[in-house]
């Protein structure tokens, strides 16, 4: 079949929007005449037609090399670089027209000079440090390009620069849309990704782009890297499992000294040592960690987290203060029922703190699990049973029974939220206490194994002189 059907045939698949069949017909034509011009600004014509720009910039840029001084290819080509944001080429092709005496269109000469001094201004400040002023001459750049992949990729290591990571994440998508092998674009998305502290979504950029260059340094050294920070923080989160709470703080420091700079990290992770150390009843060093959380940044989270910490170290009244400030700071609804919820949980704590505290009875934190109760509550029973302080009875069964009512309401789920609440647990509690179970009784129900059910369980005897 001649070049000449062939291109007959290209030009009816356009007409018929067979894009597909055209660029077939046209490459055909090609290949029997491969010096002819025409041959090449047809098919330039289909892969604009489909928007693939960069392969019609190709085939415009040989329809060029086979006649140099045609003057439509050349207009052509000068608005398809800017539209590519290849705006020193363009600025190039409108010399030679000039050169040819064609009639230039001066308003799209003007739009090209001015986004190759955008350009080169975006360059020098980037080459400055100025990453703040090179990203505002790149988005004027692009203001008049239809699609600049390079350009815009500039504007992304520029916004890095800056912490702006969400303009980061957003301009590497649309990159890695048209152009599904970036692998720098891999790299800088997943880095932006690192620094939002989304670890697991900067996995999969790494491994995507290593999927295509195994050996590719960029991501492998920030998928390395990576994988050392998750992996100490996993073992914190082990450690913790096993409550080996110091373990856990140990791991969790060598995480941060890896992270460095990825504030959403260390944030999140400062906030596990804070809990971690009022587990531990270590309340300085956990208020101390909640402070400098508050250094990184005035947030009502963060105040809510000392608070927590100043309540669990039994400073009532700095706990409410805490809880006050954060409420006010407040902007909406869930964050002030949040704060607030709080600040009345706190009050309700200095109310208790000047009466029977069953928490301070038990030694447990307001935060203690229902293992942790437990515990602190047959070490308290076999430390106080009067059985065991004959010398002081009358104290040991004071301690002996508030001990067990201590233990009466915290392990309920019911009774703790209306302690927490600071309402009345058991029946006529306002006028002079209500009833409760005999402290001897439920001393031996919760130390019979399984639970105090039928025989064969443990008891407890102490023996004397």
């Known amino acids: 079949m001649s070049a000449g059907k062939l291109r007959s045939m290209g030009e009816t698949a356009m007409i018929e929007r067979k894009y597909d069949l055209a660029v077939d017909y046209y490459r055909r034509a090609i290949k029997i005449e491969p010096e002819n011009a025409d041959n090449h600004f047809k098919l330039f014509r289909v892969h604009q037609r489909m928007k693939k720009l960069v392969d019609a910039l190709s085939d415009l840029t040989k329809a060029l090399e086979l006649k140099n001084e045609n ?36 308003d799209e000469e003007i739009k090209a000079r001015q986004c190759s001094n955008e350009i080169d201004e975006g360059n020098r400040a980037y080459a400055g440090g100025d990453y703040v002023r090179a990203a505002h001459f790149f988005t004027a750049a692009l203001a008049h390009t239809e699609f600049a992949p390079d350009l815009i990729f500039l504007r992304a290591t520029s916004t890095f620069r800056t912490g702006d990571f969400y303009s980061v994440v957003s301009d590497t998508g649309s990159i890695l849309k048209s152009h599904p092998n970036h692998l720098e674009a891999f790299e800088l998305r997943g880095q932006a990704y690192t620094q939002l502290g989304e670890f697991e979504i900067a996995f999969t950029h790494y491994r995507q782009a290593l999927k295509f260059d195994p050996e590719h340094k960029g991501c492998k050294a920030a998928h390395k ?137 038990l030694g447990v934190s307001r935060t203690a699990t229902l293992k942790e109760i437990k515990k602190a509550y047959r070490e308290g029973a076999l430390k106080w049973h009067p059985d065991k302080n004959t010398d002081n009875t009358e104290e040991a069964e004071t301690m002996f029974q508030d001990i067990s009512e201590a233990y009466e309401v915290l392990s309920n789920e019911e009774n703790r939220a209306k302690y927490d609440r600071g309402e009345d647990v058991f029946d006529n509690q306002g006028g002079g206490g209500g009833q409760h179970m005999n402290p001897h009784q439920f001393f031996r129900q919760n130390f019979q194994q399984g639970g105090g059910g039928g025989g064969g369980g443990q008891h407890f005897r102490f023996r004397h002189g």
């Open 71 to 106: 003057v439509t290819y050349r207009k052509t080509r000068s608005k398809l670089l800017v539209s590519l944001g290849q705006c020193d080429r363009a600025v190039e092709d409108f010399r030679m027209l000039r050169e040819l005496a064609a009639n230039v269109d001066t």
């Open 225 to 361: 890297y990576l994988k050392s920070i998750t992996k100490s923080d996993k073992r914190g989160e082990d450690s913790v499992m096993k409550d080996e709470l110091e373990e856990a703080i140990s791991h969790w420091r060598k995480a941060i000294s890896i992270a460095q700079n990825i504030t959403p990290y260390i944030r999140e992770t400062t906030k596990k040592i804070v809990k971690a150390y009022s587990r531990l009843q270590k309340h300085d060093e956990a208020i101390k960690e909640a402070n400098m959380l508050i250094q990184m940044e005035e947030s009502i989270e963060h105040f809510l987290v000392l608070g927590d910490a100043e309540l669990d170290a039994e400073l009532y009244q700095e706990s409410v203060n805490t809880f006050r400030k954060a409420f006010d700071m407040a902007e909406n609804d869930e964050d002030k029922r949040m704060a607030k919820e709080k600040y009345n949980k706190a009050e309700t704590a200095l109310k208790q703190s000047k009466e029977k505290n069953y928490y301070k009875i």
